[in-house]
């Protein structure tokens, strides 16, 4: 089960879990893989308390930093807050809140703390995240959407820190590589979240060709041994996968949103910008269908599609009855998400059933030869 990332990560399997709670990210990193905090979502201060407690309870282990910080974005380089609020037409105002008005979603109380609207989307509220992330003693830091800027490749390779991203296509793949990229992620177009169009079983391969000898982790409809195994089989350093610890013990996910989880399909998930503006795959809900309905006026460009939608996304987790819009972003691998685990039983299982495959394959093919 040892791969040359494992040995350029010190860890015991090449099994990568990219998540927004720390208690999975630890638990993971604690099990023998790494742990990936996605920052995204944390203020400045929020990632400093987050990364502390890591450091508190990984026992050791290493574990890794995501960050978004987008080439560009509209508003031009130090646009601000208002400055995107003041971008998001009317109409499009209206349209929120005439679905919310369908399904009877009250407005939040007014004592409620506003909602997060900006947060990470841009490079300028991205770079603190980066300067906090290199502050405590990560050993990967990865880039979600683009490659990150020379002079955050720079200061992580002068601390000894390994920089990977994501991408969606050989030819993304070739200029991560030559912008400085220690490690490409391969992300096919059955991952939760932001992905490209290409399915996992033609793009991982396509990416390992493109960037050899650069190592390529697999993304994309992997959460059980099997696909590990075929994902190695690709060429394929070791596994990145994303959509499986939402519903894992540690996880800090909502319990109505586990329990949609644990009972959808494959095919359950519909590749949207209504979320952030950019193809990310989530669950379908009736939110997700209203966007790509006849009334939609069509979504905005990041960062103004989630700012416009972040106060509906509150309420819809706030009140019971407007759950039935609530998306979250997750993969096709849903259909597999039957139960509730440890995220030390979920890696535990994923390398016995890889070495179980292995091992009969390479029967099979003795048996061939013999």
């Known amino acids: 089960m040892r791969t040359r990332i494992c040995d350029t990560f010190s860890i015991e399997f090449p099994i990568f879990a990219f998540s927004h709670c720390r208690d999975v990210v630890a638990a993971v990193s604690r099990a023998g893989g790494l742990g990936v905090l996605g920052a995204l979502a944390f203020t400045p201060e929020q990632l400093e308390i987050e990364l502390k407690w890591i450091d508190a309870h990984v026992d050791g282990k290493p574990y890794g930093v995501d960050v978004v910080m987008p080439i560009s974005s509209v508003g031009g380089e130090g646009a601000q807050e208002p400055d995107f609020q003041a971008m998001i037409p009317q109409a499009h105002r209206d349209f929120v809140e005439s679905v919310m008005d369908r399904h009877r979603v009250p407005k939040m109380p007014e004592d409620a703390p506003a909602p997060m609207a900006l947060l990470g989307w841009t490079y300028d509220n991205a770079r603190p995240q980066v300067d906090i992330a290199l502050s405590h003693p990560i050993k990967l830091l990865a880039s979600a959407l683009g490659p990150p800027p020379p002079d955050v490749t720079e200061k992580a390779h002068g601390q000894g820190v390994v920089v990977a991203a994501l991408v969606g296509s050989a030819q993304q793949a070739i200029k991560q590589k030559e912008a400085g990229v220690d490690v490409i992620v391969a992300s096919g177009y059955e991952a939760g979240g932001h992905t490209g169009e290409v399915a996992s079983m033609v793009l991982v391969p396509e990416v390992v060709d493109a960037v050899a000898p650069t190592p390529v982790l697999a993304a994309g409809g992997i959460g059980s041994g099997r696909q590990m195994a075929a994902a190695l089989a690709l060429g394929a350093e070791g596994v990145w996968t994303g959509s499986i610890w939402l519903t894992v013990k540690e996880s800090d996910t909502a319990d109505f949103l586990v329990d949609r989880m644990l009972g959808a399909t ?52 706030h009140f019971e009855q407007a759950r039935d819009l609530a998306t979250t972003p997750v993969g096709q691998i849903v259909g597999s998400m039957n139960s509730v685990r440890s995220a030390r039983d979920v890696i535990f299982d994923m390398v016995q059933e890889c070495i179980a495959v292995t091992e009969r394959l390479n029967a099979t093919a003795a048996a061939a030869h013999s």
């Open 266 to 317: 494959s095919r359950d998930t519909v590749r949207s910008r209504s979320m952030t503006g950019k193809p990310a795959r989530q669950l379908r809900t009736a939110w997700t269908d209203a966007w790509d309905g006849p009334e939609s006026p069509g979504t905005l460009p990041m960062p103004l599609q989630y700012m416009l939608t972040a106060d509906a996304q509150v309420r819809m987790r």
